[in-house]
């Protein structure tokens, strides 16, 4: 092709595009908020699974995963493992590379004032397994001192400013008492597609692993992350291989043999852990698939409407081909000026693309960013979207009008428009178009309805005027000032109720469980969880009572036995009392409610043998955790003292939640003035078992708005193409008596069919796609035919909209007037 | 039957403003043949457009059958245009997608007249026409001459008491024209009104009247001796 005639082809192509300003805006803009869709959650997939990827070599590192089994278990696979894992293996590995993270609520000093920090203990081999680069310090040996301190940049800013931070020293309060650590390494900060704080590592110590007693090394105990890393894929596989073996041979003292039926260690590489729960990969994958569909509705539109406009041009291209084109030079003609326009589109969506990524930041609470240059850039992507969508649209009319005959063209009166096959592929698109209208607007509703019920649904206790305090657990804060920060705060105006317990809304920290059964079941029993909590347990979370009482200090046996020795197994008194939860009373067999009252149970002990308990009440099952996993079956005790790992939990009435925060900070400075307070009100602390599934499905409903929206402008582009086209055929009905209604009627129909027929596409793969969704949430709402049924009449009453008003225009026209023009 | 008076036409653009009517007078009677001659651009398909209410007058008044076309609706005029009116155009006018027999048809269907007495009433009107053995066929699949019959069995299939033809025979060869103008002879003879456009002398003869324009109005209109 010469420069002349390119020229001319520009010029062409400007001035089809100006001169019929709505079919190109139309076009152009369509296509443009398709790929700025796709883009955006193109972003946030990559995002999502790009975790741990930014750490050198993530690929050859694994984390050991824990499955305990069983009747009735109630845990999940976790990245726990106990403490002396890694000792164990090394003994049966002696080259292994690997490290343990051992994550700590710690206390930085600085200038008096307490901070709160996340702590991360760590083997020396740290550095062996998470290469990371250091900024300042020198690797060799870096944790050779037990008062070695390494932190992140923004850490080393935010206490020492812009001095060198080597050599630093540093009081952590860690783990019962403060300790002097020597700053020895600075690493960059992580960046966000991360689930690894590393903000302080410091190597372990046995003081550490003393001061955790007997669960260190205890098989059935979990409290830190191990971390291997091999040189390839086979010996982590030949590894993971002997996992049950390497359980059996360790674990027999701990667990009835074979141990590995009670508990699995499996390998997992650390790049896939981020997306390891199914709900997250599926949320993510239906993301991509939104955004994928969206562009491929996109450049349909771009392609129905191209194509449908092609027809028009027929006598432009016989009147070339009789000037003497060639049907090569009107192929490369056409392909030309639909990749340009795809370009043009293309280069607007990126636009788009960067002004909504604040927006979609803000509302997602995520930070996606386009890169243009680098491993991540979206160039090349972008590059092939328009070569795809370009060609795709320029092919078929480029084809089609190439091969018309001039002679034919220029004789008829008619517009060759592809005909009738042509306008049945046209319709087939538009029904396309609309079945992924249809599944993301069913999809939608799904989602908003879901998500709305997960914000009111019975959760088992009152969640209004709850605030949890986190740092009740710290390690510095002693039994006797646990106690007096109950009584200080019980005392506050406001305040109605004060408790602390091994379990909170929204912490995941503890989880005890045991093997309970009733008199006279074989074996152990199924594995049911147990809580503890102080007296107004049940009072300030607000818990519902099915049947008998609550327990009650009053009560003779529903105190628990007195303190344990440290790291020894704490007692549990016979013919205790205790509360189980619903779950609880199908687990244990239990007729109903009301037949447990007064029945004995027995929770097993590490010796094999049996304590028994009883029944005196039975409760609603208590959700303080995700709303996608069931409640598992619990037993609640009561302690009249402390409890391990407590969080205090505080209702309040009356009073704006941020004043009785202050308050009970204040108290808290006077009683525990080491230590920092760290509160939240209950919304906070358990949205983070909300808030992902809300932040997707704003992103899943912006993204299906925006695909319907593109549907809308195709079917305008297109509605009022095929109107234009049909004006003599208007007028003809016209003269033969139809009325406005009749003109109406038809041209509506024309696109109600194809609407209707999406439908047939829509349901089936929106009910698959929502009913799998929902299958990942115990607690979900029903699956009925509203939705469906919503989203196709939502459907039909968009697409009569937008065919309309142009229908009703050229239906009102005067026939006279269509049969001279057309 | 129909009575203009001091009928005016102005088409208004942007820029332009063109009179094609211009205080028009006619009087045409049930039974009549009249051919309305003229120039290009004289206003003859303009006057056939507002005669059959598929147009409308900018000024002056017109009855068709007493009644007062110029202040009808616009559903009005579409049952007057189905049950009374039957069009013929130079260009054929049939729609693409639809068959011969569709085409024939679609007037019935806007009368909502029953299946059966449809079908009975396109068949009959096909036949009379002599396009009965193309019913399945589409307009594109026929000769110019076969879809002018088509035209015309679909103008007479509801029987009108008017029919309209402009310039019927403009796209044919002689004999194909020959042919439409024996069918339109015919219906006048069995007591249709016709009101034909026509540049042709000799055609225009087979009307028992003919109406001579230029310029939007009417020069001259002379009865032929039947």
Redesign the interface.
């Known amino acids: 092709m010469n420069s002349t005639l390119f020229i001319h082809y520009l010029l062409t192509l400007y001035r089809t595009l100006t001169r019929q300003r709505l079919y190109a805006a139309l076009n152009i803009l369509g296509l443009a908020v398709g790929v700025a869709v796709f883009l955006v959650l193109s972003l946030d997939v990559r995002f999502e699974t790009s975790f741990e990827r930014w750490i050198p070599r993530a690929s050859t590192i694994s984390v050991i995963r824990s499955t305990w089994l069983g009747a009735g278990h109630s845990f999940d696979a976790d990245n726990n493992t106990m403490g002396a894992t890694l000792d164990e293996l090394r003994a049966d590995y002696p080259q292994l590379v690997g490290t343990r993270i051992w994550s700590q609520g710690g206390t930085v000093l600085k200038g008096g004032q307490p901070n709160g920090e996340v702590v991360d203990v760590v083997d020396p081999s740290f550095f062996k397994v998470f290469d990371l680069p250091l900024i300042r310090g020198e690797k060799t040996g870096i944790f050779d001192a037990p008062d070695a301190l390494v932190l992140t940049k923004t850490k080393a800013a935010a206490y020492f400013g812009a001095a060198n931070p080597i050599g630093q020293r540093v009081t952590l309060s860690l783990m019962g008492g403060p300790r002097t650590y020597r700053v020895v390494g600075v690493i960059k900060d992580p960046p966000r597609n991360t689930d690894q704080v590393l903000d302080f590592l410091v190597p372990l110590a046995p003081w550490m692993t003393a001061a955790d007693g007997r669960t260190w090394s205890h098989w059935g105990s979990e409290q830190l992350s191990t971390y291997l890393r091999f040189d390839s894929p086979a010996q982590a596989a030949a590894m993971d291989a002997d996992m049950d073996h390497f359980v059996d041979r360790h674990a027999g003292l701990d667990l009835t043999a074979p141990a590995h039926e009670h508990l699995r260690l499996r390998l997992q590489p650390l790049v896939s852990l981020h997306l390891l729960q199914t709900k997250d990969a599926a949320v993510v994958a239906a993301l991509g698939v939104v955004g994928l569909l969206t562009l491929v509705l996109a450049a349909m539109n771009y392609v129905n409407l191209a194509t449908a406009r092609a027809g028009l041009r027929a006598r432009e291209v016989a009147l070339r081909k009789v000037m003497g084109a060639t049907g090569a030079t009107l192929v490369a003609q056409f392909m030309a000026e639909s990749l340009v326009t795809a370009l043009l589109a293309v280069i607007i969506g990126l636009a788009m693309c960067e002004l909504a990524l604040p927006v979609v930041n803000a509302a997602g609470g995520l930070s996606l960013k386009l890169d243009y240059f680098g491993p991540d850039s979206a160039i090349l992507p972008v590059l092939v979207a328009v070569v795809l969508v370009g060609l795709g649209a320029g092919v078929y009319p480029a084809l089609i009008l190439s091969r018309f005959q001039p002679a034919a063209v220029l004789a008829s ?2 517009t060759p428009g592809g005909g ?1 096959a042509g ?1 049945r592929v046209r319709e087939v698109l538009v029904a396309a178009q609309f079945a992924i209208a249809i599944a993301f607007m069913i999809g939608t509703g799904v989602i908003i309805s879901q998500t709305s019920y997960l914000r009111r649904a019975d959760i088992g206790f009152q969640r209004d005027g709850l605030i949890v305090v986190n740092s009740f657990d710290d390690s510095d804060v002693t039994p006797a000032q646990r106690t007096a920060l109950l009584e200080a705060w019980r005392a506050l105006p406001g305040v109605a109720h004060v408790t602390a317990a091994d379990i909170a809304p929204g912490n995941q920290d503890s989880t005890n469980a045991q093997n309970f059964k009733r008199p006279g079941v074989p074996g152990d029993g199924p594995s049911v969880n147990y809580v503890e909590g102080r007296s107004e347990f049940f009072e300030t979370y607000g818990a519902r009572l099915i049947a008998g009482r609550f327990l009650d200090l009053n009560h003779g046996g529903d105190d628990g036995p007195p303190p344990a020795a440290p790291g020894a197994q704490p007692p549990v008194a016979s013919n205790r009392n205790i509360l189980i939860n619903e779950a609880a009373l199908k687990t244990l067999g239990f007729k109903n409610a009301e037949a447990a009252i007064g029945q004995t149970v027995l929770k097993g002990r590490d010796d094999n043998g049996f304590d028994p308990l009883t029944v005196v009440g039975v409760i609603r099952n208590i959700r303080f955790r995700s709303p996608h996993a069931p409640v598992p079956p619990t037993v609640y005790f009561m302690k009249s003292h402390d409890v391990d790992n407590e969080i205090a939990g505080v209702r309040y009435t009356g009073a704006d939640p941020r004043v009785v925060i202050d308050r009970m900070s204040a108290r808290w400075r006077t009683i525990v003035p080491a230590d920092p307070f760290r509160a939240k009100t209950i919304d906070d602390n358990l949205g983070r078992y909300y808030r992902p599934d809300e932040q997707h499905g704003r992103l899943f409903t912006a993204g299906a708005a925006l695909a319907v929206l593109i549907g809308c402008v195709g079917l305008y582009g297109l509605a009022s193409f095929n109107t234009a086209r049909r004006v ?2 208007i ?10 209604f ?1 003109v109406l009627r038809l041209l509506v129909s024309q696109f109600v069919r194809p609407v209707l027929i999406a439908n047939v596409l829509a349901w089936p793969l929106a009910w698959l796609a929502m009913r799998s969704w929902l299958d990942s949430f115990d607690q979900r709402i029903a699956l009925g035919p509203t939705y469906f049924i919503a989203a196709t009449v939502l459907a039909l009453i968009i697409a009569v909209a937008t065919v309309a008003g142009q229908a009703f225009a050229v239906a ?1 026209a ?4 269509a ?2 023009h057309a | 039957m129909i009575l203009l008076s001091d009928v005016s036409r102005l088409y208004r653009s942007d820029e332009v403003e063109t009179t094609a009517l211009r205080e028009i007078e006619l009087h045409v009677r049930q039974g009549e043949f009249v051919a309305i001659m003229g120039p290009s651009g004289c206003g003859k398909s303009t006057l056939l457009n507002i005669i059959g209410t598929i147009d409308k007058p900018t000024r002056g008044k017109y009855l068709f059958a007493d009644m007062d076309i110029t202040s009808l609706g616009e559903a009005e005029l579409a049952r007057l245009r189905r049950d009374n009116l039957g069009f013929v155009f130079q260009s054929f006018n049939l729609i693409d997608d639809l068959t011969i027999a569709e085409n024939v048809e679609l007037g019935l269907i806007y009368r909502k007249w029953a299946g059966k007495d449809r079908k009975t009433k396109v068949a009959a009107a096909m036949d009379r026409v002599g396009v009965a053995h193309r019913a399945k066929h589409y307009p594109h699949q026929l000769s110019g001459g076969q879809q002018q019959r088509a035209a015309i069995a679909r103008a007479i299939v509801g029987q009108p008491s008017l029919i309209l033809a402009d310039e019927p025979t403009g796209n044919l060869d002689t004999e194909n024209g020959a042919q439409v103008m024996d069918i339109l002879q015919s219906l006048n003879a069995e007591g249709a009104t016709i009101i034909m456009v026509t540049h042709s002398p000799s055609h225009a003869d087979v009307a028992n009247r003919r109406v001579d324009m230029l310029d939007g109005r009417i020069v001259v209109s002379a009865r032929y001796a039947i």
């Open positions: 009166t008619r009738r306008a003599r055929e007028g003809i009905r016209k003269t033969l008596g139809a009325s406005t009749d009102r005067e026939p006279a007037k049969l001279r």
